[in-house]
């Protein structure tokens, strides 16, 4: 018996999909059709035959929404978006900044008459310019512990949930480093490997992550691989003047 597995597709197909979809949206909206774009692997190059097609689009007047759906197998999310809300995504950034701040100069725009993403570029450049990362990092470096404690506190026989859990504290020490260098990484996939190579780390780094991410679910050993990569990053994180340390409350 064969087991399933998604439908495979060429970044042809996707892109002839998206073609298709434009197509139809000119048809529907008209003038009040502002951008479409296609967001995500495809649009950077590194899709794969299961890969989905991801797309955003700007209609005035229409109330922004994601859309899943299959189309001919093809499973495709359109993201519509009002001017005001993707506007205001530019004007912000988060600490998940290093996964998701690359979406406006790594899309590929397939309509976009008023130049609406020249204007978009440059708020987000500005936005990058005047924000203040020690603040991104302080936040992921409470992030990262907030699943670290709750590795501690799981039973032995919690493995999926630690598993679950070691694997997130990862995650935020690579948006940490992500963040501290400056680098935006070009998928969640490749992450970890980009991480690697950046000049500030943590001491142990690769090893450490290496040892989360392992395949082993003994609650102990997790514990133990998730604890050296905390104290490691949290040291380095402090040599960086980041640091969750307020015995004295100033902050009230």
Not at 28 to 38: F, H
Not at 40 to 51: E, L, M, N, V, W
Request: a negative charge; charged letters at 25%.
């Amino acid at each position: 018996m064969t087991s399933w597995k998604p439908l495979e597709f060429t970044t042809d197909d996707r892109l002839h999909v998206a073609n298709e979809i434009l197509e139809t949206l000119i048809t529907k909206y008209g003038e009040r059709l502002i951008s479409v774009a296609i967001e995500g692997s495809t649009a950077k190059g590194i899709d794969r035959p299961q890969s989905d097609l991801e797309l955003r689009v700007v209609v005035d007047s229409r109330e922004s929404e994601w859309y899943p759906f299959f189309y001919n197998g093809m499973f495709v999310g359109i993201s519509f978006n009002t001017i005001d809300k993707i506007t205001s995504k530019a004007r912000s950034m988060d600490y998940e900044w290093c996964v998701k701040g690359d979406v406006l100069f790594t899309c590929k725009i397939l309509h976009d008459p008023t130049n609406l993403y020249e204007s978009l570029k440059e708020i987000a450049l500005n936005t990058e310019s005047q924000t203040d990362f020690n603040v991104l990092m302080k936040d992921a470096l409470a992030d990262m512990y907030e699943h670290v404690y709750k590795i501690f506190t799981a039973k032995e026989t919690d493995t999926i949930v630690a598993a679950h859990g070691a694997r997130q504290v990862a995650y935020w020490a690579t948006m940490l480093v992500g963040l501290k260098n400056h680098h935006k990484f070009l998928s969640s996939r490749s992450m970890y490997e980009e991480a690697f190579k950046l000049p500030s780390l943590p001491d142990h780094y690769e090893m450490n992550i290496k040892e989360v991410l392992s395949l082993h679910t003994e609650v102990q050993k997790l514990k133990s691989f998730v604890g050296d990569l905390w104290s490691s990053t949290a040291e380095w994180a402090k040599f960086n003047g980041i640091s969750l340390e307020e015995d004295r409350l100033s902050f009230l």
